[in-house]
């Protein structure tokens, strides 16, 4: 009851927690730089996307659904589910799709999480975790990380007994630090099984030590797995994600999910794409090349960074108050170079640059090399 | 706190509300029917879609988008919303745009309404008014239509102390049924201005007594003016739709919106498709002749039907128990023809017709015609 706001002429205030919230900070559009710049020639390095594009399947998949513009999608993505079922050997029951894995995540929180309880996350975490459990007014409980890294135990021990979700990413994003089987089972056999813990593998088909998450999904009951077609598939622009749980929590937040939640377009794409496994093979291997020629470019310059399994790199440029990540930032993109300054995450040493082709990570490596010597 | 749980070995329960959804029933995709009957030549008039499809400057637009498929959408959506700007004589700060505009819909939900509050609609109103306040474990109040349209004088009375929200439909769906700027402006000035009053105008397009609803949105900066692509704009497939509403309103529902909520295709499609004014008045032609088809055949038939203004016609198939909406709509499925039961809208007599092309309306009146007498 709000008895005491009857008289007055304003619109009652937002939910809990939303005024408060500063929107996701996005990787600056290509088209928004030239216009501001006037460049022609620029290089995105800034939002982790697949320099590929991506498997020439999907484009044909998008061609062809162009027929049925006007019609609804399959509110049921069967078909997609039916090659996800094939491809990763789960049930249909068992599978939520999304309108990227940003929609996924905060399905779990609109779903499970209410105002009165705790979501834990680590420090230097995908930004994402904070802001799908501030829109539902809960608390987030930060975790300080360890090396840049998720600290398991502490995480573990940081669960209270109002805490209904724990956010993972392995890889994570910003940092592209890793966790090992070892230590998501210790980690899984110490929480309590009520809670619901999301293990975000946004970035893991670039992940070398690559453990099967999915044959946990029996054991573990509260875990559910998050993923996405964004990156290594490179369909970002589409919009598609999607998350592997038990039926139970399956069905409770497929009662949430807008019923057309993912486009058509997105569907098709995503169907092909999963039946391409030489894209991802090639994106891989470039991947892995442009990731030697970043590390090898940075040490050149006396830099250091954080080790990653994902398609970027954080690199620390700073080492004064003078020279910090947002300087670096905006010195490179009057060179035509977009990367992303990431002290909302705790890091304004730091700068994160995606990995390109070789000539646009060698384009990013000769504007920072210019940029650095014009500050030191 | 909910330390009873913590001995538990299931995972905690949903969020209040959420068990109890029943998720929207979408129209049978036309796919899924080919499977099921083996039959080739279906017609669907299930989900108001626009037979023409979309317009072409649109299909264009996804054709050229295909050049940037691996890139993240432009998360602010300048190019679409600068076209809205100059389109319908409003300011960029008044434009949330949404995953089609069920998204718009639940995001007023989530950023307005809490587990404590009411939100209020009609009877036979959309079925995502009642999902989104049910997702935010809220109290719908429904109130009874008059003539299966709103009753706008009695939704106003029952406007309580803890309601949040309004939903009006105009043209409502699945009635076609409409009110006009009188009865409306008469509402406004009765509701108090603490309550959020959100005009759905997903059909206006097709409503011959528009009145133009913008102009009040700085008269009563409590309103919400809701549209969608899916209609008459034919772009179903791709989602998007967008709100109009006062800068504070607009600001508070963007910090909840997800970041990349509307694909890239989607918004180079939108903005094309808001250059094409032939189309919508092909479209409307169209859709007026298909309405008189349609009344016609009912008439020949001896049936009733509901005064549309949408582009879907509610039809009476029903002078007992025994032939119901229902068995309508199977046995007209079993003649290839998809229309929609509409018996979850409390109209258990009633099937929904979408207005298709002459060839469909045809198909459909005479399949219809078929069922009736196999029933009598």
């Given amino acids: 009851m709000s008895s005491e706001n009857t008289a007055s002429s304003q619109i ?3 939910n809990q927690g939303i005024a408060n919230i500063a929107p996701y900070q996005t990787g600056k559009p290509i088209d928004e730089l030239k216009r501001e710049l006037g460049l022609d020639n620029i290089v995105k390095l800034a939002s982790n996307e697949n320099p590929l594009g991506c498997s020439p399947l999907a484009t044909q998949a998008v061609r062809d659904e162009l027929a049925d513009v006007g019609r609804y999608p399959d509110g049921s993505g069967f078909k997609l589910k039916e090659k996800i079922v094939e491809v990763f050997d789960v049930e249909m029951s068992q599978i939520t799709l999304g309108n990227g894995s940003n929609d996924i995540l905060e399905l779990v929180a609109r779903t499970f999480v209410s105002s009165e309880d705790t979501v834990v996350y680590s420090q230097h975490a995908f930004a ?3 802001l799908a459990t501030q829109a539902v007014g809960a608390t987030g409980i930060e975790v300080p990380a360890k090396d ?3 600290d398991l135990a502490a995480m573990a021990q940081a669960v209270r007994d109002d805490t209904r979700v724990v956010f993972l990413a392995n890889p994570n994003n910003p940092t592209g630090t890793w966790f090992s089987e070892t230590d998501f089972t210790a980690f899984m056999n110490t929480v309590p099984s009520r809670v619901l813990v999301v293990l975000d593998e946004a970035y893991v088909e670039y992940f ?3 453990f099967n998450s999915l044959k946990f999904l029996e054991k573990y009951p509260n875990l559910l797995i998050s993923r996405t077609f964004s990156k290594a598939y490179g369909l970002a622009s589409l919009r598609v994600g999607f ?5 139970e929590i399956t069905d409770l937040i497929n009662r949430v999910r807008q019923p057309f939640n993912v486009n058509s377009f997105a569907l098709a794409a995503a169907t092909a794409a999963l039946g391409d496994q030489d894209f991802l093979h090639q994106t891989r291997t470039l991947n892995h090349a442009g990731m030697s020629q ?4 940075c040490a050149a310059l006396g830099l250091s960074w954080i080790p990653s399994r994902a398609n970027f790199l954080s690199i620390c440029v700073s080492t004064d108050v003078e020279r910090q990540g947002t300087k670096v930032f905006n010195d490179l993109l009057k060179l035509g170079v977009i990367v992303r300054p990431i002290a909302g995450y705790g890091m304004p040493d730091y700068i994160r ?4 082709t070789f000539t646009e990570n060698k384009r990013f490596l000769e504007a920072l090399s210019q940029v650095l010597q014009a500050t030191e």
Same sequence: chains 1, 2.
């Fill in 12 to 14: 009652q205030p937002a």
């Fill in 128 to 130: 994402v975790y904070a």
């Fill in 148 to 150: 840049f890294g998720h």
């Fill in 208 to 210: 070398p030590e690559y």
């Fill in 243 to 247: 998350a592997l749980a038990s039926s």
């Fill in 294 to 297: 970043l590390e090898a470019g």
């Fill in 353 to 356: 640059v995606s990995i390109g």
